[in-house]
Protein backbone atom coordinates (compact mmCIF):
# COMPACT_ATOMS: atom_id res chain seq x y z
CA UNK A 1 0.00 0.00 0.00
CA UNK A 2 1.52 3.35 -1.11
CA UNK A 3 1.58 6.76 1.36
CA UNK A 4 -0.57 9.60 -0.06
CA UNK A 5 2.18 11.52 -1.90
CA UNK A 6 2.88 8.25 -3.75
CA UNK A 7 -0.80 8.25 -4.65
CA UNK A 8 -1.07 11.54 -5.69
CA UNK A 9 1.97 11.38 -7.98
CA UNK A 10 0.53 7.86 -9.55
CA UNK A 11 -2.96 9.74 -10.26
CA UNK A 12 -0.78 12.69 -11.58
CA UNK A 13 1.26 10.77 -14.18
CA UNK A 14 -2.17 8.29 -14.86
CA UNK A 15 -3.81 11.36 -15.93
CA UNK A 16 -0.92 12.84 -17.92
CA UNK A 17 -0.23 9.74 -19.71
CA UNK A 18 -3.76 8.21 -19.83
CA UNK A 19 -3.24 5.22 -18.14
CA UNK A 20 -4.82 3.57 -15.34
CA UNK A 21 -3.38 4.23 -12.24
CA UNK A 22 -3.38 0.08 -11.43
CA UNK A 23 -1.22 -0.17 -14.80
CA UNK A 24 1.47 2.17 -13.00
CA UNK A 25 4.35 0.74 -10.63
CA UNK A 26 7.19 2.77 -8.84
CA UNK A 27 9.61 0.88 -11.80
CA UNK A 28 7.84 1.94 -14.85
CA UNK A 29 10.44 4.19 -16.84
CA UNK A 30 9.38 7.11 -18.82
CA UNK A 31 10.14 7.42 -22.40
CA UNK A 32 10.12 3.74 -22.79
CA UNK A 33 7.55 2.05 -21.17
CA UNK A 34 5.40 5.48 -20.71
CA UNK A 35 5.58 7.27 -24.23
CA UNK A 36 4.28 11.38 -24.50
CA UNK A 37 2.68 12.28 -27.79
CA UNK A 38 4.96 14.21 -30.18
CA UNK A 39 5.66 17.56 -29.29
CA UNK A 40 3.50 20.20 -30.88
CA UNK A 41 4.17 24.02 -31.17
CA UNK A 42 0.44 24.38 -29.80
CA UNK A 43 0.63 22.32 -26.54
CA UNK A 44 2.74 20.54 -24.35
CA UNK A 45 2.85 16.69 -24.48
CA UNK A 46 3.16 14.69 -21.40
CA UNK A 47 6.93 15.01 -20.67
CA UNK A 48 6.58 18.48 -21.04
CA UNK A 49 4.13 19.04 -18.50
CA UNK A 50 5.95 16.27 -16.13
CA UNK A 51 8.87 18.27 -16.51
CA UNK A 52 7.29 21.62 -15.51
CA UNK A 53 6.49 19.80 -12.12
CA UNK A 54 9.69 18.51 -11.87
CA UNK A 55 11.12 21.99 -12.37
CA UNK A 56 9.01 23.39 -10.10
CA UNK A 57 9.21 20.59 -6.84
CA UNK A 58 13.44 21.02 -7.43
CA UNK A 59 13.17 24.68 -7.10
CA UNK A 60 10.96 24.72 -4.04
CA UNK A 61 13.38 22.23 -2.75
CA UNK A 62 16.35 24.43 -3.57
CA UNK A 63 17.80 22.45 -6.49
CA UNK A 64 17.99 24.12 -10.18
CA UNK A 65 18.99 22.95 -13.58
CA UNK A 66 17.28 19.43 -13.68
CA UNK A 67 17.08 17.70 -17.08
CA UNK A 68 13.97 14.95 -17.85
CA UNK A 69 17.07 12.25 -17.81
CA UNK A 70 17.45 12.72 -14.19
CA UNK A 71 13.86 11.38 -13.28
CA UNK A 72 13.71 7.97 -15.28
CA UNK A 73 11.10 6.29 -13.71
CA UNK A 74 7.39 6.27 -11.79
CA UNK A 75 9.74 6.19 -8.46
CA UNK A 76 12.06 8.61 -8.98
CA UNK A 77 9.01 11.34 -9.10
CA UNK A 78 7.45 10.31 -6.23
CA UNK A 79 10.51 10.54 -4.26
CA UNK A 80 11.16 14.04 -5.63
CA UNK A 81 7.45 15.00 -4.65
CA UNK A 82 8.06 13.28 -0.59
CA UNK A 83 11.37 15.28 -0.52
CA UNK A 84 9.29 18.45 -2.01
CA UNK A 85 6.54 17.68 0.56
CA UNK A 86 9.29 17.27 3.60
CA UNK A 87 11.20 20.42 2.52
CA UNK A 88 8.36 23.06 1.45
CA UNK A 89 4.93 21.58 2.56
CA UNK A 90 2.75 24.54 1.51
CA UNK A 91 4.52 24.55 -2.06
CA UNK A 92 3.59 20.42 -2.32
CA UNK A 93 0.08 21.53 -1.22
CA UNK A 94 -0.30 24.15 -4.08
CA UNK A 95 1.13 21.79 -6.76
CA UNK A 96 -0.83 18.93 -5.61
CA UNK A 97 -3.91 21.53 -5.97
CA UNK A 98 -3.20 22.29 -9.72
CA UNK A 99 -2.41 18.76 -10.33
CA UNK A 100 -6.60 18.12 -9.02
CA UNK A 101 -7.67 21.74 -10.87
CA UNK A 102 -6.18 20.80 -14.20
CA UNK A 103 -7.46 16.74 -13.82
CA UNK A 104 -11.01 18.15 -13.26
CA UNK A 105 -10.86 20.18 -16.24
CA UNK A 106 -10.81 17.89 -18.98
CA UNK A 107 -14.42 18.36 -20.09
CA UNK A 108 -13.94 22.35 -20.22
CA UNK A 109 -13.29 24.19 -23.74
CA UNK A 110 -9.78 23.95 -25.31
CA UNK A 111 -9.76 27.57 -25.15
CA UNK A 112 -10.93 27.98 -21.41
CA UNK A 113 -8.00 25.42 -20.98
CA UNK A 114 -5.77 28.03 -22.40
CA UNK A 115 -6.83 31.15 -20.05
CA UNK A 116 -6.46 28.38 -17.10
CA UNK A 117 -2.89 27.91 -18.25
CA UNK A 118 -2.33 31.72 -18.85
CA UNK A 119 -3.88 33.42 -15.92
CA UNK A 120 -4.32 30.29 -13.36
CA UNK A 121 -7.75 31.23 -13.20
Not at 1 to 9: E, F, L, N
Request: net charge negative; with cysteine.
Amino acid sequence: MHGPVIRKCLSRIAWLYRVPVEGLSLTVRFESDLKARTVSDWSENEADQLLIDIHEMRAGIGEANVRMQEVWTVGDFCSLAEEYQAANLSGYSQIVARWEKEASMPQQPAWRRIVHKATGL
